[in-house]
């Protein structure tokens, strides 16, 4: 709150980013962009420095993005100029009381806008539309939409980051629509780490890190990225989720499981279930990824991307693809 008011002050204008999955990726679509611009520009939030560091920093000329959690939110009395709601979906229940209060949450981000602000929102998820409508803006803008122009500059794979990529054109608009400009701040972007980052070729199989993918939506979308035979690293500890539409997904794209973690029991019965070839591990990352050298064939994709949390046997999410990484890479050198 602080920090809002501070910039209402200086008239610094903040770009905010919500959703479930996706901000610090579209938060960085939009920051490298916005530097291709030339645009004085600064990223904050979960992803880049904390805000208020960059305070003596900040003139009429400066821009922020802010990546912005439920929890950031959950009390924000003020609202950025320009609010990106990306897709919604179930997480952190074990915090919040439930999915309302989860959602009420993230509505902050436009509660407290003015007609004079803009809000972008993702128009086939129900809760954006839900958090779009809070706010007073006269300027609301649906995505996605069509953005063949710039699919070939971006350097992420999966249909979600084209999304990411089409909330962040849309956000800068304000500030350029160059079209060289965009694609080149998308070019720029390589990706974040542990979303969806390649690791080394094993045995002919592909390796990806995707151990931000903590949610079901962003481990299906994580699956969808690829059309080859996949081997899903699944599992890690509940943040009250259910887990059927996951494995109901392997089943339909014949992918296999390994299943990890405190949540991994669930997974491994509910695999036994509907007859997805699964393996159960409780043991180390070096195990879990021997497991999936045994699994994998030559051309096949292995991705970790539990849509779990990691606090079970892991500091964090990073904690957890740092040692998937390094046994990944034991093994293929």
Not at 88 to 114: F, G, S, W
Not at 164 to 173: F, K, L, M, S, T
Request: aromatic content about 8%; charged content about 20%.
């Amino acid at each position: 709150n602080e920090f809002f008011e501070r910039c209402a002050e200086i008239n610094v204008p903040i770009i905010g980013v919500t959703g479930t999955k996706g901000k610090g990726t579209t938060c960085s679509f939009i920051y490298s962009i916005l530097q291709a611009a030339g645009k004085d520009v600064y990223l904050v939030g979960n992803i880049g420095t904390p805000a208020l560091e960059i305070l003596p920093k900040l003139t009429a000329e400066s821009i922020v993005v802010y990546e912005l959690s439920s929890f950031q939110l959950w009390d924000l009395r003020r609202s950025p100029h320009i609010a990106v709601v990306l897709p919604i979906e179930p997480d952190h229940l074990d915090i919040h009381a439930d999915m309302d209060d989860y959602v009420a949450a993230k509505a902050n981000i436009t509660r407290h806008q003015t007609e004079s602000d803009i809000v972008v929102y993702y128009d086939h998820n129900q809760w954006s539309r839900t958090i779009d409508a809070h706010s007073a803006a006269a300027n609301k803008i649906a995505y996605p939409f069509d953005i063949d122009q710039y699919a070939d500059a971006i350097r992420l794979p999966g249909a979600h980051n084209l999304d990411n990529a089409c909330a962040a054109i849309v956000a800068v608009r304000s500030y350029t629509t160059d079209t060289e400009v965009i694609r080149q701040g998308l070019s720029n972007f390589t990706g974040l780490p542990h979303r969806l980052k390649f690791v080394a070729t094993l045995n002919g199989a592909k390796y990806y890190d995707d151990s931000i993918g903590t949610t079901l939506g962003s481990s299906i979308a994580a699956l969808n990225s690829f059309a080859q035979p996949k081997v899903l690293i699944l599992g890690g500890s509940d943040k009250g989720a259910d887990y059927a539409p996951i494995v109901e997904h392997c089943q339909a794209t014949d992918t296999k499981i390994i299943a990890i973690g405190q949540t991994g029991a669930i997974i491994a019965e509910l695999a036994q279930k509907l007859g997805v070839v699964c393996t159960r591990v409780t043991g180390l990352m070096s195990d879990v990824v021997a497991a999936a050298d045994e699994m994998a064939h030559a051309g096949d994709v292995v991705i970790l991307s539990p849509a779990s949390a990691s606090f079970d046997q892991y500091a964090n999410y990073a904690n957890r693809g740092d040692q998937f990484i390094a046994a990944v890479r034991v093994l293929a050198d």
